[in-house]
């Protein structure tokens, strides 16, 4: 068997430890998405933090990248805002489907069988929901998910079908900016969504231009002054709503000389930017930095599920349950896992001050997800027997052949000491094993809504 840092053999029992993070913390608190459309990072970059300190404020006081990545297939306003709501990519076997850029309240999302959004999720588990749309087209995910389209509520209390509470659109931006503001006062969404027509406008009409003076430029510093209103209505009334998160993004980006933003393979279209702020997101921090698992593709155009994803505005769904301390999407696939981090790692004795800290050998806390889980190096001569992994929504358990005549079972703990069978405690939606070169290789696949958890290896062996 191989030396493991954390184990100890008990009555001749081997056991070794697993901590498990399925879920990360949940957080509890009010979440504004924004999506600029036709917003290209560069724009921001080019006018600087004195013609726009609102988003600089975003960039300064939250984590961020330049670098981020709309959908592989689609470059346009409602297949992409679609991906957003969803947490789904265009095309695809777990792709929504709907790849038209026209219609409004007519117009049903649900192309193959019922999609369900991040709507549903908020509504289902009784939080209030609004929609705020600078184009018509967008009143497509009020009539998909109003009384009659939307899913029946199977969750806890039924709250009934609709699944968003307000929805207004609102041509004219400052208009829709003061009625957003109005409402928030008034009704304090929990999950609210506002979209910014703005660059796009500018775009098509004049030009994706970043030359001083130009109107497309103006239309950035035209939102940055939304912004401002934004923050300051905010900041004047924390004790009424709190201070929530804030994802900012966009549906494309834009070409010069074009006018336009639907070829999907230039990087001025699929290149965007991502922010996120809010309580405990790392001032300044560079998204990829903080999540080692997205890899910054540079120039290039990665597919969808290629190795190394990077950051996508398709996460915007499930990151901003995840930040309202709720499930995943049902069906979708960005960020299922919800493991996308907008803070450092914890650190390991403040999460869990009574277990052992020598179990973060290298006292680096979570960012090395094998070392914390078995306090060894999974490539190194004593690498462990068994080596969890989580791989979207599949826990993945490889067992090496030299272990193959101990007789192992699970357990499962909320806090590390209390523990029982892990089949009493969870109920796994799929489970599979098949032989390898290695080894046995077992996938369980988990529940949509599961707390963060211990398991515990005890294998018991005659040896």
């Known amino acids: 068997m191989g ?3 954390n184990s100890d053999t008990l009555r001749g029992v081997k056991i070794l430890v697993i901590f498990l993070f399925l879920v990360v913390s949940r957080g509890d608190c009010r979440v504004l998405v924004i999506s600029v459309d036709g917003l290209r990072p560069d724009a921001v970059t080019t006018l600087g933090p004195e013609l726009v300190p609102n988003f600089y404020r ?24 679609t991906s957003m ?64 389209n939307g899913a029946p509520d199977e969750t806890g209390v039924d709250h009934g079908r609709n699944k968003l509470d307000h929805a207004v659109y609102n041509g004219a931006s400052p208009t ?16 609210s969504f506002l979209h910014l027509k703005a660059p796009d406008v500018a775009g098509h009409g ?13 239309s950035i510093q035209e939102v940055d002054g939304y912004l401002g209103q934004i ?18 993004t966009t549906d494309h980006g834009g070409t010069r000389g074009t006018r336009t933003h639907t070829t999907p393979d230039l990087p001025t279209n699929y290149t965007i930017p991502f922010y996120v702020w809010g309580p405990g997101v790392k001032e300044g921090a560079d998204l ?61 004795q403040s999460l869990y001050p009574g277990l052992n800290p020598d179990l973060d050998a290298n006292r680096n806390g979570l960012k090395n997800f094998t070392d914390y889980l078995l306090g060894a190096d999974p490539l190194g001569e004593d690498r462990p027997d068994l080596l969890p992994e989580m791989d979207g929504k599949f826990l993945v358990v490889s067992l090496r052949h030299n272990v193959t005549d101990v007789a192992p079972h699970v357990e499962i703990s909320a806090d590390g000491r209390i523990w029982g069978p892990l089949l009493e405690g969870v109920t796994f939606l799929r489970r599979e094993a098949r032989e390898t070169p290695e080894g046995v290789r077992l996938t369980l696949e988990v529940p949509a809504l599961l707390p963060r958890i211990f398991l515990r290896q005890v294998m018991k062996s005659g040896r």
């Open 176 to 191: 829709l900016v003061t009625d957003f503001m109005t409402s928030m006062l008034e009704k304090r969404w929990d999950l």
């Open 3 to 5: 030396r493991y840092k």
């Open 58 to 81: 975003l960039r300064k006081e939250g984590a961020f990248t330049d670098n981020a990545r709309t959908d592989y297939d689609y470059t346009t306003t409602l297949p992409n805002h």
């Open 288 to 348: 990829y930095f903080l999540n080692p698992g997205f890899v910054d593709p540079g120039v290039s155009r990665p597919e969808f599920h290629s190795p190394g994803s990077p950051v996508r505005s398709t996460m915007v769904g499930n990151l901003a349950l995840q930040l309202m301390g709720l499930p995943a999407i049902p069906g979708s696939s960005a960020n299922l896992s919800q493991q996308f981090r907008v803070n450092d790692p914890p650190d390991f």
């Open 85 to 148: 709501v969803t947490s789904r990519p265009v095309l695809g076997e777990d792709g929504h489907g709907l790849t038209v850029n026209s219609g409004g309240i007519t117009t049903r999302v649900h192309v193959k069988g019922y999609t369900a959004g991040m709507f549903d999720v908020a509504h289902d588990h009784g939080y209030s929901t609004a929609l705020f749309a600078g184009k018509a087209k967008l009143l497509a995910y009020q009539g998909s998910y109003d009384e009659v």
């Open 231 to 248: 923050f300051d209505m905010l900041d004047a009334h924390v004790e009424l709503l709190g201070v929530p998160h804030v994802i900012l």
């Open 206 to 218: 004049f030009d994706w231009n970043l030359t001083p003076g130009s109107l497309y430029l103006a």
